[in-house]
C-alpha cells in the first residue's frame, strides 16, 4: 500500500514505518513535526529507502496535510501523531487539545476529501484504570488525565465521522508499550539509562501500578492487521501477554544492568494515578494477530539496545531533557 503515516518519527510510528518497509511492498509518507520526541535519527537505518518520504510539519496544520498527501499519492493515513506523556498533559495540557483534537480533525477532513482508509492509534488509558478483569472494545470510556481525555475525544471524532460521512475509519488502542528508541521520559526507558549512570531510579508512589505491556513491535504489526483486515467504524484492543507492577519492572532492570536497589527511590505519586490497565484482544486476534513477545525477553534486549545505542540518547541526555527531568523529580540527571 502506500501509506501517510503521521508521527511517524516517533517511537511507535517509526517502528511502523521500519516494519511496512522491512516486510511488506509499501511506500510511506512520514508527515512529523520534529517534537522533542519525534527525532529523524529514529529514520537512520531507512531513510534511504526510495520508498520513504519524509514531510515535515503538524498534523493540525492543513497545509502540510495537503503537502504531505500531494508527496505521497496514499491509500490510506495511519495516525500516530500524538503527545503522549501523561506528566507533560498534566503540566501543559494546550498541547494535548490541539493536537489530539483539532489534529484528528484535520487529518479526518483530509481523508474524506480525497476518499482515503483511516486508522486512528489510541491507547488503553481512554477506558481509565481497571481494578480485576479486562476492558473490552464496549467498556465504558473513563478517561483520568488530560492525555487520556484528548485521545478519547479524538476517538469519539473517528468515529463520528465513520457514523456521519461514512468514512472507512478504524481505531487500534494499544496498552503500554516498549522496546527501542522510545523517549526516556516513559518508564522502562528512563529507567535503563538511570540505572547505567547510576542516578537514583523515580518511583512513583508505592510502584505497584500494574501495566500491561506491550512491545513495540508487537503493536505495529497489530495495527497492521487491523488496517488490513479491520472492519471499517469498528474498535480493536492489542494487549500484551504480560502484566507486571512498575516496580517489578524497576527491580527486574536493576538487576540487568547490575545496578543497586539503593537506587530506587519514592517519590509523590502522580496526580490520578491510574492503578491498573488491562485489554482484553480477542477481536484483534480473530484477525490472525497474537503478540510474538514475552515481557520477560522483550525487557532484556530493550536493556541491550540502550546499553549498545548511546548515539541515539546521549543527545537527548544532554540536552533540553535534563531541564525537564530537573523540573519533574526535583534533581539533576548525574
Keep these: 500500500m502506500r501509506l501517510l503515516v503521521c508521527g511517524g518519527a516517533g517511537f511507535i510510528g517509526s517502528t511502523f514505518t521500519r516494519q511496512r518497509l522491512r516486510e511488506f511492498a509499501d511506500e510511506v509518507t512520514v508527515l512529523d513535526k520534529l517534537t522533542y520526541a519525534g527525532r529523524e535519527e529514529n529514520f537512520h537505518d531507512f531513510a534511504e529507502d526510495p520508498r520513504f518520504r519524509f514531510v515535515r510539519g503538524g498534523i493540525e496544520d492543513p497545509a502540510a496535510v495537503a503537502s504531505a498527501i500531494a508527496a505521497g499519492a496514499p491509500e490510506a493515513i495511519v495516525n500516530f501523531a500524538a503527545e503522549t506523556h501523561v506528566d507533560r498533559s498534566i503540566a501543559e495540557p494546550d498541547a494535548f487539545v490541539s493536537t489530539h483534537a483539532l ?167 502522580r496526580p490520578g494515578h491510574d492503578r491498573r490497565y488491562s485489554l482484553s484482544s480477542e477481536k484483534v486476534r480473530a484477525l490472525g494477530w497474537s503478540p510474538q513477545v514475552r515481557f520477560e525477553e522483550g525487557l532484556a534486549e530493550t536493556v541491550a539496545w540502550y546499553r549498545d545505542n548511546a548515539w541515539w540518547w546521549e543527545p537527548i541526555r544532554s540536552g533540553d531533557y535534563r531541564g525537564y527531568y530537573e523540573r519533574q523529580y526535583g534533581r539533576s540527571l548525574g
Excluded at 209 to 230: C, E, K, M, P, Y
Design 103 to 269: 489534529g484528528t480533525y484535520v487529518l479526518l477532513e483530509a481523508a474524506r476529501e480525497h476518499g482515503l482508509r483511516y486508522l486512528q492509534v489510541s491507547t488503553d488509558e481512554v477506558y481509565g484504570s481497571i481494578e480485576k478483569g479486562t476492558f473490552a472494545e464496549e467498556s465504558p470510556l473513563r478517561p483520568s488525565s488530560p492525555y487520556s481525555a484528548t485521545k478519547t475525544g479524538a476517538d469519539l471524532l473517528v468515529q463520528s465521522y465513520f457514523h456521519t460521512y461514512g468514512l472507512p475509519a478504524v481505531i487500534c488502542r494499544g496498552s503500554n508499550n516498549y522496546g527501542p528508541y522510545q523517549y526516556p521520559e516513559k518508564l522502562i526507558p528512563l529507567m535503563i539509562l538511570n540505572a547505567l549512570h547510576g542516578d537514583p531510579l523515580p518511583v512513583y508512589g508505592d510502584g505497584m501500578q500494574v501495566r500491561n505491556w506491550i512491545h513495540s513491535t508487537d503493536f505495529a504489526r497489530a495495527i497492521g492487521h487491523v488496517l488490513a483486515h479491520g472492519a471499517p467504524g469498528e474498535v480493536y484492543n492489542a494487549g500484551g501477554p504480560d502484566e507486571e507492577a512498575n516496580m517489578v519492572v524497576v527491580r527486574r532492570i536493576i538487576e540487568l544492568t547490575g545496578a543497586s536497589e539503593s537506587q530506587i527511590d519514592h517519590v509523590s505519586d
